[in-house]
């Protein structure tokens, strides 16, 4: 302190040939700002010499860091990239041309990942509004955008759709997010561009590009976490060839963790294990890119041992209880029951410039997914699987672009070839879901048109799935049953510009969905509900192949948003409403009478559903150094047939974060952050019926639960870090403590609610190494 | 020949339709074709033979049978003799697999993982007690073998009787672990002769 600082940079912000005047440059380090002024100058004074780094933001354009040594002799050049995602003006760069511009989607940024390494994908992606996860147990998370999920989500992984074992509501997605150096959620229905499988939105992981040209860097993260003892730890490295215009990332990851604890019980065996490994390969020039990469991604994890119920009566016993009938002392041990995940990708991609401003890309991806489940066994069969599936898939996707300044386009053909295997010779159980092999391909056409202050595009696709089943019939029969399906999806939507800040999104899309394997053929005992699941083809409990018993799900999203970013506050609220006929759901259909007890019988049925709700993330800057930052969200689900609320539908939810960036340490990006979490008691539920009630009586002719919708809680998070820049080289470090009050709760969302509390207060050090040298 | 747009889009979906199902084929060609599943953990046959004194014939068996597990296919229930009045029965239970050729009998693998498995009873009516009569290696009840006393009024009687699975947490208490098997005898005690 007391020592005066006298000196200043100057500097201009230009963008193409034009100079930005109102650019805002922030000093990180001292927390000192200026603006730029008509001539896109500006001079930012009272600095110490030393090394600074600014941060220059413009609306409409990407946000850049830059070092500077103060003092500088001359003044320094600052060009800013337009951004497609951000407001005003509607320029679309040449990566974007294929997505649509109208829909409305929210990105989490390398920064906010960081701060959630160590996380699974599914728990990460919450942190946007209108993104809730249907949960299994503290470590599996299922994505759900606006209410939809499963084989309703579309997850692409690094330029690929992921294909794994997306239906069940226990498979968590099989990606290792320390790959994703930005991971991007779609809200609207993007089945014009991805098929069907995109009708409730799409997650786009994307890894840091590979064209590196700065030479050899890297990052070391890890993270520790109190609440199950779980280390984390991941070392990615990228540099380039020696012969040029080649370069390389290689990435690693792995997780090893024991038992998760809730404020007064162990979760015995919710221990996880995750081994993680990826590489990839790029050559660019001036005119193409050719990239290749492989990733592979295995996971154990454990699944709550009090959370298997054997029957009706199983169920009742662990509702009425408050503590689960099995726990143990914290332990490392995974045990039965547990789900062995190895999922494995390889990718190659292929793009170039033609003449004019078109370009051409091609993408080939190939994985192997292999899910194994292991339960409780008779006579030493606990080391055997009970479920054991292998999907083969390959996807080939084309697509041509055109980029000018009026109008851009993409017209593309997409296929998809899956082979699912069950291992029924290991397990020595009936499959849930059969063998099959599905065929698909797509062809779509999108255009955009900007004019004046508006931007209209429109988009087409037609697909078309060839579907074989391969099963048996009650007396062991192999058959074969095939289905073609043949279906439109379409798109339009419009973009207003009010003003420089503010902009008026509108989209309405339609889509078409043929049902998938699992909610035509289901057919078995899920332990975590104690329900029989039966499929569209099983009317009465026995397969029947009649196409006459389903109906293609079709659904139609109308999603509007405005949006306004200015100076030190912006907002953005969208409205949507999702109406889709022949919704596939679940319904107890009857009480079943077998040698284990009473199970009910949950039939897939169709209905009208109707989801329609409202997003609100808000961000305000205040006394130069505190932010806050809301994010608030509320869904309704309906079951417009039968008039009642769907089930699993996410309660309304406040996310509200205030954060202080601290200008008086020297060190560099120190900040401290308190976040808190409420989420309502979702009201809109099925009636309760307890699962005793059931047995030996027919349920009810409408959706049930077996429990009440938990009671509403509010959970608060503190952190803080910071960084220390170190020549080329910096370290952060940062301390979090989340569920600080220790609050004892149950989410809705969570389909071990009937079991067991959720987690406890849990601390999590993270300390990362960055080694980039550009 | 002249043909309209729809012809031609027809004619296109035709041929691409066409060809990704030859593509599909030759892709599955190489392909295996899968097996019936043999379910050999199933247990389709609960049978209660009821003892006398040294009577080496049982005076009553009590079975249930379900052929099909969580399939659709309604179990069914048995009985076979008189259950009479103020009499000690010793019950033995035998658990199998008829769908197995020859068929199994899982008795033995729950013999075998005694330590692990409690086979408990609930009575009602005019059966006055049902209780697990042998025991584990720690002491513990396994249920195989149980007495079951009739009351000395004739009158409906039920048993139920629940196989759990509690590896590595067996206490005797039948609150945990996995319920295996449940099945509820319902029979009539009939006056003893005198």
């Given amino acids: 302190m007391g020592q005066t600082c006298k000196l200043e940079i100057l500097g201009q912000v230009t963008a193409g040939n034009e100079r930005l005047p109102g650019a805002t440059i922030f000093d990180r380090l001292t927390n000192k700002s200026a603006t730029t002024d008509e001539q896109g100058n500006f001079v930012l004074t009272g600095l110490c010499a030393g090394k600074h780094i600014l941060e220059i933001r413009f609306i409409g354009y990407k946000s850049i860091e830059k070092e500077v040594i103060v003092p500088v002799r001359e003044k320094i050049k600052i060009t800013l990239e337009e951004d497609q995602t951000q407001l005003s003006e509607v320029l679309v760069t040449a990566s974007s041309t294929a997505r649509s511009s109208t829909q409305l989607s929210s990105a989490l940024e390398e920064e906010t990942l960081n701060q959630l390494h160590g996380k699974p994908l599914g728990e990460s992606l919450q942190r946007i509004a209108g993104v809730g996860a249907l949960q299994t147990g503290p470590s599996i998370f299922k994505p759900v955008i606006h209410g939809l999920h499963s084989q309703r989500i579309l997850i692409l992984n690094n330029g690929i759709r992921q294909e794994g074992q997306q239906w069940g509501t226990e498979h968590a997605p099989e990606i290792d997010p320390f790959v994703a150096k930005q991971i991007e959620v779609i809200k609207g229905a993007e089945a014009v561009r991805y098929g069907a499988d995109a009708m409730g939105g799409v997650i786009i992981i994307s890894p840091p590009p590979l064209h590196n040209t700065g030479g050899f860097g890297g990052a070391i993260n890890t993270s520790y976490q109190s609440n199950s003892r779980t280390s984390t730890v991941s070392i990615a490295t990228e540099g380039l060839l020696p012969t040029p215009s080649w370069s390389w990332r290689i990435q690693t990851s792995g997780k090893y963790g024991g038992d998760y604890n809730t404020p007064e019980y162990t979760l015995s065996n919710t221990g996880q294990r995750e081994f993680n490994f990826s590489a990839g390969l790029g050559y660019a020039n001036a005119n193409s890119e050719l990239e290749f990469y492989v990733s592979s991604f295995n996971a154990r994890i454990g699944i709550l041992r009090a959370a298997h119920a054997g029957n009706l009566q199983d169920l009742n016993n662990s509702i009425i209880s408050q503590r689960p009938w099995y726990v143990k002392d914290f332990s490392f041990d995974i045990q039965n029951p547990y789900q062995e995940i190895n999922h494995h990708l390889f990718k190659t991609s292929y793009k170039k410039n033609l003449s004019g401003n078109n370009f051409i890309k091609a993408v080939y991806g190939l994985q192997v997914n292999n899910r194994k489940e292991f339960d409780i066994r008779r006579a030493n069969r606990g080391d055997r699987p009970a479920i054991a599936m292998q999907l083969l898939s390959q996807v080939f996707d084309v697509s041509l672009d055109h980029v000018a300044e009026k109008h851009q386009g993409s017209y593309g053909l997409t296929t998809t070839i899956k082979i699912n295997n069950n291992d029924t010779e290991t397990t020595g159980i009936k499959p849930l879901i059969p063998d099959y092999r599905q065929v698909a391909a797509g062809l779509f056409a999108l255009e955009k048109i900007n004019w004046r202050a508006f931007t209209f595009e429109a988009g087409a696709r037609a697909d078309y799935q060839y579907l074989q089943a391969l099963t048996f019939t009650n007396t062991e029969t192999l058959i074969k049953p095939d289905f073609h399906f043949y279906y439109l999806s379409a798109n339009a939507g419009m973009r207003y510009a009010i003003n420089s800040q503010a902009s008026l999104t509108s989209n309405l899309s339609f889509s078409n969905r043929p049902p998938h394997i699992s909610e035509l053929f289901s057919q078995g005992l899920h332990h975590g509900t104690a329900t029989i699941e039966e499929g569209l083809l099983l009317p009465n409990g026995t397969l029947k192949i009649d196409e006459s018993l389903f109906k293609n799900e079709r659904s139609i999203k109308w999603l509007n948003s405005f949006a306004k970013q200015s100076k030190n506050f912006s907002f953005e609220a969208s409205l949507y409403a999702n109406l889709i006929d022949n919704y596939v759901f679940l319904q107890p259909k009857e009480t079943r009478l077998t040698i284990r007890g009473y199970f009910p019988v949950f039939a897939y049925k169709q209905t009208q559903a109707l989801l329609t709700g409202a997003d609100i993330t808000l961000n305000y800057t205040f006394l130069q150094n505190f932010q806050l930052t809301g994010k608030y969200s509320y869904l309704y689900g309906q079951d417009v047939t039968a008039n009642q609320p769907l089930i699993y539908m996410p309660p309304a939810q406040m996310d509200t974060e205030l954060s202080w960036n601290i200008p008086y340490l020297s060190l560099y990006k120190s900040f401290l952050k308190a976040r808190v979490l409420h989420v309502a008691k979702q009201a809109r539920t099925p009636r309760t019926i307890n699962p005793v009630d059931l047995e030996g009586n027919p349920p009810p002719n409408e959706t049930f639960d077996f429990m009440d919708a938990p009671q509403a809680y509010t959970l608060v998070n503190l952190e803080t870090g910071f960084t220390i820049p170190t020549g080329e080289h910096d370290i952060t470090f940062a301390l979090a403590c989340e569920n600080l009050t220790n609050q004892r709760y149950r989410n809705y969302m969570n389909r071990l609610r009937y079991f067991a509390d959720d987690i406890g207060r849990n601390f999590i050090v993270r300390l990362s190494y960055n080694f980039y040298s550009h | ?194």
């Fill in chain 2, 1 to 194: 020949m002249k043909m309209n747009p729809v012809q031609n889009v027809t004619r296109m979906l035709n041929w691409s339709k066409l060809s990704v199902v030859a593509f599909a084929a030759l892709l599955m060609a190489c392909d295996d074709d899968p097996e019936p599943v043999n379910e050999e953990e199933l247990i389709t046959t609960v049978q209660v033979d009821l003892f006398q004194g040294d009577s080496e014939a049982p005076s009553a068996t009590l079975t249930f049978y379900d052929e099909d597990g969580d399939g659709p296919l309604p179990p069914s229930f048995d009985q076979d003799g008189v259950i009479y009045t103020s009499t000690t029965y010793s019950a033995v239970t035998t658990f199998l697999n008829e769908e197995e050729t020859p068929v199994e009998d899982v008795t033995a693998e729950i013999i075998e993982e005694k330590n692990d498995h409690l086979i408990c009873f609930t009575r009602t009516g005019a059966v006055s007690s049902a209780v697990a009569f042998d025991e584990d290696d720690n002491e513990i009840p396994v249920g195989l073998v149980s007495v079951w006393q009739t009351a000395n009024t004739p009158g409906a009687a039920t048993v139920k009787l629940t196989l759990k699975h509690q590896p590595g947490i067996k206490t005797g208490s039948c609150d945990i672990g996995d319920t295996d098997i449940e099945v509820t005898f319902s029979f009539n005690v009939i006056q003893q002769p005198l």
